[in-house]
């Protein structure tokens, strides 16, 4: 009807995205994390509720929580990744997801270098070693390793892969790549099988969606191929990477180094990784510029605001394409 306004659910606090869902005049925005009785408020708004926002903090938005909506049309989801979704089951049951892609792709890249110089450059160490007077009394920091001599497999090799490549290429750092299948567009060797490009490159960056298809990729086996003067950079989810198998690969030196931005139950890092001091950790900073976070919060909210004023979503997902691929 004109003039009716889209009800909006909103499962996490995040100012941004709440001050545009609350100031956009169609929609109509509803507060869970605001309710004393998180259960009875749902069941008093899910007759209307048509748009859900989450940022993933409030846990999985599945088959179970969608279903509650009778008139659920769309989740609005902040980040590029967005394995919190289930976007498969909303796919079949008429839902469009989004998320929010390039607007923090040059962000996550610039990152994905900072931890890939200082894990290999031990420029964090070599900060803390200054700072604690050493300088002075125990002389210059002992040598490092270097980028120079190194080849990049980039695991996935998607808008931000190609970003960080293109970097790479500046740096004149030779890279390649491993996914499920070629791009033609690319001038980088594909790998079709992760551990040969393993055993053929010195550093691997991660940079795939994590979820289900992806859980536990780099393995032990992936990182004995990688080998004793391999480092492992990871950007992309915890869950990509065998968390156990990592920890026993940097004790027992079968890989050299690893630059860890994703952790399997953030914001828990496992104290075996703490201890290490020759590796580098990052409390997930990839896209966490006031700049870039600002874009992506915005995202979010045009997505809901496209949808509702009738002109499709802005970013839809790969399980949820728009138009719907049966009406192409």
């Given at each position: 009807?004109?003039?009716?306004?889209?009800?909006?659910?909103?499962?996490?606090p995040?100012?941004?995205?709440?001050?545009?869902?609350?100031?956009?005049?169609a929609?109509?925005?509803?507060?869970?994390?605001?309710?004393?009785?998180?259960?009875?408020?749902?069941?008093?708004?899910?007759?209307?509720?048509?748009?859900i926002?989450?940022?993933?903090?409030?846990?999985?938005?599945?088959?179970?929580?969608?279903?509650?909506?009778?008139?659920?049309?769309?989740?609005?989801?902040?980040?590029?990744?967005?394995?919190?979704?289930?976007?498969?089951?909303?796919?079949?049951?008429?839902?469009?997801?989004?998320?929010?892609?390039?607007?923090?792709?040059?962000?996550?890249?610039?990152?994905?270098?900072?931890l890939?110089?200082?894990?290999?450059?031990?420029?964090?160490?070599?900060?803390?070693?200054?700072?604690?007077?050493?300088?002075?009394?125990?002389?210059?920091?002992?040598?490092?390793?270097?980028?120079?001599?190194?080849?990049v497999?980039?695991?996935?090799?998607?808008?931000?892969g190609?970003?960080?490549?293109?970097?790479?290429?500046?740096?004149?750092?030779?890279?390649?790549?491993?996914?499920?299948?070629?791009?033609?567009?690319?001038?980088?060797?594909?790998?079709?099988?992760?551990?040969?490009?393993?055993?053929?490159?010195d550093?691997?960056?991660?940079?795939?969606?994590?979820?289900?298809?992806?859980?536990?990729?780099?393995?032990?086996?992936?990182?004995?191929?990688?080998?004793?003067?391999?480092?492992?950079?990871?950007?992309?989810?915890?869950?990509?990477?065998?968390?156990?198998?990592?920890?026993?690969?940097?004790?027992?030196?079968?890989?050299?180094?690893?630059?860890?931005?994703?952790?399997?139950?953030?914001?828990?890092?496992?104290?075996e990784?703490?201890?290490?001091?020759?590796?580098?950790?990052?409390?997930?900073?990839?896209?966490?510029?006031?700049?870039?976070?600002?874009?992506?919060?915005?995202?979010?909210?045009?997505?809901?605001?496209?949808?509702?004023?009738?002109?499709?979503?802005?970013?839809?997902?790969?399980?949820?394409?728009?138009?719907?691929?049966?009406?192409?």
């Amino acid at each position: 009807m004109a003039g009716e306004k889209t009800d909006v659910l909103m499962l996490e606090p995040k100012p941004i995205i709440e001050e545009g869902l609350e100031s956009a005049p169609a929609l109509k925005l509803h507060r869970l994390w605001a309710a004393a009785d998180h259960d009875a408020f749902v069941s008093s708004i899910a007759p209307n509720v048509r748009a859900i926002a989450s940022t993933g903090g409030h846990g999985p938005v599945d088959g179970v929580l969608m279903s509650k909506f009778p008139k659920l049309e769309i989740v609005s989801s902040f980040g590029v990744g967005y394995d919190h979704v289930d976007a498969k089951w909303a796919g079949a049951h008429g839902i469009v997801v989004t998320n929010t892609p390039d607007v923090l792709t040059e962000e996550v890249a610039d990152t994905a270098l900072g931890l890939l110089l200082c894990t290999v450059r031990h420029l964090p160490q070599a900060e803390r070693y200054l700072r604690a007077g050493k300088w002075p009394v125990e002389g210059d920091y002992p040598l490092t390793q270097s980028v120079r001599d190194r080849t990049v497999g980039i695991v996935g090799l998607g808008r931000i892969g190609k970003a960080i490549a293109r970097r790479l290429d500046a740096m004149k750092v030779p890279a390649v790549y491993h996914s499920r299948r070629p791009q033609a567009d690319v001038p980088y060797r594909h790998y079709p099988s992760l551990i040969e490009m393993a055993r053929d490159t010195d550093v691997l960056m991660v940079i795939t969606p994590g979820g289900a298809a992806t859980r536990n990729l780099v393995d032990a086996k992936v990182l004995a191929a990688l080998g004793a003067n391999g480092i492992l950079i990871n950007m992309a989810r915890g869950s990509v990477v065998d968390q156990a198998a990592l920890i026993e690969a940097l004790q027992k030196k079968t890989i050299l180094s690893a630059g860890l931005d994703v952790f399997v139950s953030e914001p828990q890092v496992p104290a075996e990784l703490i201890a290490m001091d020759h590796i580098v950790l990052f409390p997930h900073v990839g896209s966490g510029s006031i700049h870039t976070r600002r874009a992506m919060d915005q995202l979010v909210v045009d997505n809901i605001v496209s949808w509702a004023a009738g002109k499709g979503p802005l970013t839809p997902v790969a399980e949820t394409p728009w138009p719907p691929k049966q009406a192409q």
